[in-house]
């Protein structure tokens, strides 16, 4: 790393753009490589090894960025950060979030929050939207489920609702695992008390990732596991939106 920031350096998977799914508007999004967490479900298993990422500089990413900027804005989009874990390379993650900012763009960070601690004050001020990845609202759960703990991804959403931080919920709704009714309805109450969380996405647990499994030679753990039924889906909805939280 050097002091000039466009000379920042980070380990890169992948870019991407998409419409409606990682932020308002058609994003683009960089996958940043390197992840604390091994989610049973990740759909992303090639993002889990930092050193597998391609160094990239934050002036290389601004100049990929900047091929697209007009797409972006124009559709009312702007860039979001995702991975993989933004969060495990804080000084090129808000390298690349400063830069956007200054260039006028939208900016999202898409992070599960275990890593919230990295991220400080001035990175976040130039984060417009969180969208944060809640697992389980069950400590239990979410350490079999993620081999994480629970309690820094609530200190960081309490902390981003303090500094006024626009979030989107993101849970994946899993058969057996993330659809307990007591658990669902827990964590509605705890994110009912956060003044900055604009939406929740419930995301229907998919298989679309099982041949990067197969490909990187791992099993994937929820192999046999169903996807949730329409009726499982509006479900949990209808729980959060009983909190007063829009639900999607």
């Avoid at 050097?2 to 960089?30: I, Y």
């Avoid at 390197?34 to 601004?62: F, H, I, K, M, Q």
């Avoid at 950060?81 to 900016?107: D, I």
């Avoid at 990187?216 to 007063?244: K, N, S």
Wanted: proline residues 6%; hydrophobic residues 40%; charged residues 20%.
């Amino acid at each position: 790393m050097t002091t000039t920031t466009g000379q920042v350096t980070g380990r890169v998977h992948s870019w991407d753009l998409s419409t409606g799914v990682d932020g308002p508007g058609t994003r683009f999004v960089l996958f940043v490589s390197g992840c604390p967490l091994r989610c049973l479900y990740c759909a992303n298993p090639d993002t889990w090894r930092l050193r597998d990422g391609r160094v990239t500089s934050v002036d290389e990413t601004l100049a990929e960025i900047g091929k697209y900027r007009a797409f972006v804005t124009t559709a009312g989009g702007g860039v979001t950060l995702t991975g993989g874990e933004p969060l495990l390379q804080p000084a090129f993650t808000g390298a690349v979030l400063r830069r956007c900012k200054e260039a006028g763009l939208h900016t999202a960070l898409d992070t599960s929050g275990f890593l919230g601690d990295r991220a400080d004050d001035a990175l976040l001020a130039d984060t417009d939207l969180v969208l944060l990845d809640v697992k389980s609202f069950d400590a239990a759960t979410y350490r079999e489920l993620t081999g994480g703990r629970l309690a820094p991804t609530l200190a960081f959403a309490t902390r981003l609702d303090r500094l006024g931080v626009p979030m989107w919920i993101r849970y994946v709704l899993v058969p057996g695992w993330t659809d307990d009714e007591e658990h669902v309805d827990a964590l509605g109450a705890f994110l009912a008390g956060l003044g900055t969380v604009d939406r929740v996405d419930v995301l229907p647990f998919h298989k679309l990732g099982a041949h990067k499994y197969a490909a990187l030679g791992i099993p994937f753990p929820l192999r046999d596991t169903p996807g949730p039924g329409p009726g499982l889906v509006e479900r949990v909805r209808g729980q959060f939106r009983e909190h007063g939280l829009r639900a999607h």
